[in-house]
């Protein structure tokens, strides 16, 4: 029975809380390439506190000229920038090529992120290559987005825990130096963020996990109702909601719900959650975008998501594109003060803090946890 609360659920209808661009697009394309060059990241400048400008990378064609498909982008603008001295070095045929290695076959699957929600939706290109070349023996390879000359990977943990849940942990290369490709194989990217999501991005999601892990999460039964997600343990991050542990400590002693903080999970148990349980409700946060890799079986579909709004421009775009693009028909709740300033500066670990009421979420899930 779907339940009686005051729902937001006009996927067509802007709503003050959305920012960025609502949109979903044609399917992706495959993308083959003779004689391409993967470009390393280059330092463009020695210190830059916007770091995504920092560094540059790329690839490029036979004839000197940056694959705009196979860029790194945010909305509109690049977030690495092209490489343009190194083009136009390229094309002047003054660059040195002894650096360079050659290959004859490489799979490109974009770039690395160590942050838990880039990581996840910024491999696209790679879930859509799976689709083609899950059993062929043969790198995968990555730009990984802080890499130095000789450096390691930060957070090295996060990256190889969601490789290993891929299955490619093993397969995984990254670009240290330039390669040339006699034959390069990639795809145009199914979602960038806060702009649009492709048609086929649901279908690359649910095929991307090792086929071990798909049939373990076939293989889960539900066994409780509501899982509220809870970020009152958390101590950094981008948004801080204020009034969270207030939350928590009202609605801990309800029937069928269970208080889950994401951050004590692994992958595997937190991609189970949407097997264990009827509801996933909570505040917008990185890990609600594991549903759209979740198996459906006949008489068990992921759990349905309930997310609050927090005031206005609290709720990215990336949302509404992947549940229209997925079909999900998730549900969003408004629990905005109604005499606050929304969203504030927060220097406590945090980019910023929402301020939202307390007992439109209480009642959300006492609603929900009431209904037979």
Known sequence: MEP?????????????????????????????????????????????????????????????????????????RHFFYPPTERLAALRNRSVDSTEEISKDFV??????????????????????????????????????????????????????????????HERTRLVRRPIRAKTLVSSSVLYRDRCFVTRDFHDACLTALRPELRANLEATHRKQKIAYLSRHKLITGTTKFLGELDVVNQISGLPNVDIICPEELSFEEKLALYRSYDWII????????????????????????????????????????????????????DCHPQQDAGQHNTDDGFQRSNSFDVQTVVNTVRRLSAQG
């Open 107 to 168: 799979l490109y699957g974009g770039t690395l992120f160590d942050h838990f929600g880039h990581l996840l939706l910024d491999l696209t290109r790679t879930y859509q290559l799976l689709r083609l070349f899950r059993d062929l023996d043969c790198p995968i390879w990555f730009h990984y987005h802080r890499l130095r000359k000789g450096g390691t990977i930060a957070n090295r943990e996060l990256i190889v825990a969601w490789l290993t849940c891929l299955g490619i």
């Open 282 to 333: 909570g505040f917008p946060q990185a890990c609600m975008n594991l549903k759209a890799f979740v198996p459906s079986t006949p008489g068990n579909t992921p759990a349905r998501q309930v997310m609050f709004l927090a005031g206005p421009k609290t709720l990215s775009t990336n949302w509404v594109n992947i549940d229209a693009a997925c079909g999900f028909d998730d549900l969003y709740v």
């Open 4 to 76: 009686d609360l005051k729902l937001i659920r006009e996927a067509n209808r802007r709503h003050p809380s959305w920012w960025g661009k609502a949109s979903v697009t044609e399917p992706s394309s495959i993308i083959v390439e003779s004689d391409a060059l993967v470009l390393d990241i280059n330092r463009v400048h020695e210190t830059h506190r916007r770091w995504w400008i920092e560094l540059n990378h790329g690839v490029v064609d036979r004839h000197g000229q940056l694959i705009e498909a196979l860029n790194d982008k945010r909305g509109d």
